[in-house]
């Protein structure tokens, strides 16, 4: 008789993760204000303090800037932190040791050092969080060369991804969206890890492909289920990591649909569904499409606290089936 598969939530996912790298590497440790006996802003880190100590799970002054020197320095010497903002709003605060030091060490002392930190940040919209907590900040850090930048779906992802993270020897930047921490999946028990240079294809069709990740993947099945009702089968690549991004993956599904919709949750402008367009249109697949490259992203206005507001400024499943329809019945 088959075993039962195990189920696990987001946020459970990503403490057994923390826990399965912290039993095995003594330098790993978690480091973040209030991670400790509260267990984190969303509650992620739960009873790591319990089961690690407080010199593994250390709560830190309310300064993300003098968070993010410490982790850059505990890094350099040898630890592996893993450093957690409440907010990725905050990782403003945090800018200079993130950008100007922990993506460019390696390099500006020719790769004589490496700096194994990850720092994870809960991002998106949807909570009632206001402007100030609420932005999708995902393609500020995939701007920078030095680091890698990580978005997970799926529960399964989230501790994969993590793990790979933390054995990384560079700098991660690791988006969580609020709206998936209490989502539920298949999670194996034990270590695995799911490559930093991969994308998944979570559904398969013919007529368009739809990119996005984190909370927008899954808001792009749903529009998918509801358009294969109407004859029309979009297939949805999750990148998962947004930095290094695999377009080889989607180039070779947009060569197949011969249509391109990228959804995502920042906004419109200067965002990471501009970088994908780009990069189709330079490649090869472009000459394989039959309309247009639809970009489907956030409204250019601050996260309103109303919440019929917020729900209007970021991508919904019936913007997304909307914007599916015209582009496959080529009216976009």
């Known amino acids: 008789m088959t075993a039962p598969i195990r189920e696990l939530g987001f946020a459970e996912a990503i403490r057994e993760a923390l826990a399965i790298a912290m039993a095995e590497d003594e330098r790993v440790f978690v480091m973040g204000e209030d ?28 300064s ?31 800018m200079e040791q993130i950008v100007n030091q922990a993506a460019k060490l390696r390099y500006m002392l020719g790769g004589s050092v490496s700096v194994p930190l990850v720092v994870r940040m809960p991002t998106g919209s949807g909570l009632g969080g206001a402007a100030q907590h609420s932005q999708s900040l995902e393609a500020w850090f995939a701007h920078v ?8 779906t799926t529960p399964y992802d989230a501790k994969g991804l993590l793990l790979a993270a933390i054995d990384d020897p560079d700098p991660v930047i690791f988006f969580e969206h609020k709206l998936l921490y209490k989502t539920k999946g298949p999670v194996p028990e034990g270590r695995y890890v799911v490559p930093l240079d991969r994308a998944e294809t979570r559904r398969a069709g013919r007529d368009l492909t739809i990119v996005a990740a984190g909370v927008m993947a899954q808001k792009a099945l749903d529009a998918a289920t509801i358009l294969a009702s109407e004859g029309i089968e979009a ?5 998962r990591v947004l930095r290094p991004l695999d377009m080889a993956t989607v180039a070779r599904s ?5 249509r391109l919709l990228i959804v995502y949750e920042g906004a419109k402008s200067f965002g990471i569904g501009a ?7 330079e490649g090869e697949a472009f000459g394989h499409l039959d309309a247009p490259i639809l970009r489907l992203g956030g409204a250019e206005t601050p996260i309103p606290y109303s919440p019929a507001l917020e729900r209007a400024a970021v991508p919904q499943v019936e913007d997304i089936v909307a914007a599916a329809r015209r582009l496959a019945r080529g009216e976009a």
Not at 254 to 258: E, I, L, N, P
């Open 35 to 62: 991670v400790g006996v509260y267990g984190g802003a969303f509650q992620v880190t739960g009873d790591l303090v319990q089961r690690f100590g407080e010199d593994r799970v250390v709560d830190t002054p309310i």
């Open 64 to 94: 993300e800037l003098g968070g993010a020197g410490v982790a850059v320095g505990a890094a350099l010497t040898g630890l592996k932190p893993v450093f957690e903002l409440q907010f990725s709003d905050f990782s403003t605060l945090a």
């Open 145 to 152: 060369p030095g680091l890698k930048v990580v978005e997970p």
């Open 235 to 239: 297939e949805v690549i999750d990148p």
């Open 254 to 258: 947009v060569t197949r649909t011969s």
């Open 275 to 281: 970088e994908i367009a780009a990069a189709i249109a």
